[in-house]
Each structure stands twice: as structure tokens, then as C-alpha cells.
């Protein structure tokens, strides 16, 4: 029977070591690792709980070794924290779920990747980086504007402030960000219009969108962003259903441009946002998505389209050892070419 080892960072190890609420808003719940481990367990494998990367190292260097891992480490520390234990696997040859180190590190840095799927001609609000308040000198986009920090994830730092109309706010929510995450803001033009994020499953050609999920705020919601707070306590403050019509559809194609094109793998979702026009934009890409059955946005995505948690976790499994066996083909052809 296959071992598969789980690796993740553990929101109530991190509190225990004095980390406050939101530093560790990433990080995963106990029951979403147990969740987890007892899916595995009913496709048929073994699992190992290794936790997050400096217990990977010890068990790394005590010789330790899994057929698989199930990779939703988030990392702590830098641009490159969510490649952190992709990276130690790679060197180790073992192989583990989801994307890449390339394409983690990229996509956590929000402005790159814009930069990224600008040049590919995919649809992005015109946006600044800010790394010192010396940046607002030069800064010339139009108001309204919206900021948040470059490198976080699960709408950490975006409240009902992140919708800036003036030059004072832009001052103030700035300032305020990079004394509170240590890190560039992300200011970008606001997209009035619809917001979706779209649900992929798979590698390369073999990538689909399991649904196209719009967020519909409630009138008790923080108004108009998609906010730490909203996505938080979404059962209170956020409607969710499946869209069908055209402009969703045209939010799906685009999803999975980006996704091939970066070249994300397994499984994971892609943010966008209607401009005045009514044309979706890419907003953001989420590559290691999180995986709670009922509070994350993917698992609901698929809940909404018929799809149970089971053959969810099935199909990431399935792209992960397809992309295995096709590297071992791939090699076993390349020592054929060199005879």
C-alpha cells in the first residue's frame, strides 16, 4: 500500500509559540488535516502526518521517504515560503502535490504575476507596487484604487479601507500595511463589477474548470470588497453560487489560459473581477488552495457542481501521479535517445 505523507503548517503550533490570529491566517486548522488524512485513508492509502518544513528536514535527514506527499504547506517566512518544502522534496526526488517552486514563488508575489499575465495579453487592472511611502511621489493611477499586501494570502490585510478614493487614504492605508506585513502594496485600479473565482483541477492539457463561483456580498457584509473578515465569516457575510452565463464563461477561458501559461498543476483557483466594460480580469491566481471540505472557496466550488470532497482530492491525486509517470516515461525515452 502507498504511503502518502502530509505536509502543512498548523495554525495552533504556530499560536502556541506566541503568533498572533493573523499572522497565522494561512495556516490550517486541525480539522482540515483530519479531513485530509481520512479521505486518503478511504482512497486506499497509508498516511504520515509530517507537519511543516523543519519537521521535514529532521525526517528527511533521518532517512525517511514517502511514495507521495500531499503538499499544502504555506511557509512562514519570505517571497519563497510556499516553495520552500516543493523545493526540499525536489532535491530529495520525491514527488508531492501541486505546483512547482517556480510558479509558488511567483504567484505569491501578486505584482509579478500581473506583470506576468499582462504580458501575455490576458485582462489585469493597470496596478503600482509600493515598497516605500517615497513611491507615492510618482503614483498616477486614477481613483478609486485598491490596495493590499503583495505577498499574503486568504485576503489577509483587505478590509472595507482597501477601496482608496483619495490621495490622504491611499497615504494612510499604505502606510499602514507595510508597517503591519513588512512588504510591498499591491495598488491596483478597482474593477466594479462582478466577482468570480474559478475552480481548476488537473495539469497542462488535461486542466478543467470544475465551476465558475460568484462571490455575492450580503447587505451585512463589508461593502464591496472580498475582505479578510467577509471570506473569514462567509457563512454569515457571503452568498456563493455557480455561474453559467456569458461573462462567467468567458472568466473560465481566461482562468485557464492563466493556469496553462504559468503553469500551475494539480489543482487550484484563479481570481477574477469585471471591469466598468463588463470584461472579466485577472486578479490573482491561488496555485495551493485551501482544502477545508466546507470553508474553502475550492472545496465549495465543487460541492456547488456536484462534485464530493472524495473525488476532489481523488482527481489532484490522479494529476499528481499521472505527472510522475509521465516524467519516469519521459527520462526512460531520453536514455533511449542517447544510445
Excluded at 175 to 203: D, N, W
Excluded at 227 to 250: I, M, P
Amino acid at each position: 500500500m502507498m504511503t502518502i505523507g502530509l505536509t502543512y503548517d498548523l495554525r495552533d503550533d504556530y499560536l502556541a509559540e506566541g503568533l498572533s490570529e493573523d499572522d497565522t491566517a494561512e495556516f490550517d486548522r486541525e480539522d482540515t488535516i483530519q479531513a485530509i488524512q481520512h479521505t486518503l485513508h478511504d482512497l486506499g492509502y497509508e498516511t504520515d502526518r509530517i507537519g511543516n518544513i523543519k519537521h521535514l528536514t529532521r525526517r528527511l535527514a533521518a532517512g525517511e521517504r514517502w511514495d507521495m506527499v500531499f503538499n499544502i504547506a504555506e511557509g512562514f517566512r519570505g517571497y519563497g515560503r510556499e516553495a520552500q518544502v516543493p523545493a526540499l522534496l525536489d532535491a530529495y526526488e520525491i514527488p508531492y502535490t501541486f505546483s512547482d517552486p517556480l510558479v509558488l514563488c511567483l504567484t505569491l508575489h501578486k505584482g509579478m504575476t500581473k506583470a506576468v499575465v499582462r504580458d501575455l495579453g490576458i485582462p489585469t487592472p493597470d496596478f503600482r507596487v509600493v515598497e516605500n511611502m517615497s513611491d507615492l511621489e510618482l503614483f498616477d493611477l486614477p481613483f478609486p484604487v485598491f490596495a493590499k499586501p503583495v505577498a499574503e494570502g486568504t485576503s489577509k490585510g483587505i478590509t472595507a479601507s482597501s477601496k482608496i478614493w483619495s490621495e490622504n487614504q491611499l497615504i494612510s492605508v499604505c502606510a499602514r500595511s507595510l508597517f503591519a506585513y513588512k512588504q510591498p502594496v499591491l495598488v491596483e485600479a478597482f474593477l466594479p463589477g462582478r466577482e468570480f473565482t474559478v475552480g481548476i483541477v488537473g495539469t497542462g492539457k488535461d486542466a478543467m474548470a470544475l465551476g465558475v463561483m460568484e462571490v455575492i456580498l450580503r447587505d451585512t457584509a463589508e461593502p464591496e470588497v472580498y475582505s479578510y473578515q467577509n471570506k473569514e465569516r462567509c457563512e454569515e457575510f457571503v452568498d456563493y453560487h455557480l455561474a453559467k452565463d456569458a461573462l462567467a464563461e468567458n472568466a473560465r477561458e481566461l482562468a485557464l489560459a492563466v493556469w496553462h501559461r504559468i503553469g500551475c498543476r494539480d489543482a487550484g483557483r484563479v481570481d477574477m473581477r469585471a471591469d466598468a466594460n463588463g470584461i472579466p480580469n485577472f486578479m490573482e491566481i491561488n496555485p495551493l488552495a485551501g482544502l477545508h471540505p466546507q470553508h474553502s472557496d475550492l472545496p465549495i466550488i465543487a460541492t456547488l457542481a456536484g462534485i464530493p470532497y472524495r473525488s476532489l482530492l481523488e482527481a489532484i491525486l490522479d494529476s499528481a501521479f499521472a505527472r510522475v509517470q509521465g516524467s519516469e516515461h519521459t527520462e526512460d525515452l531520453s536514455a533511449y535517445m542517447r544510445r
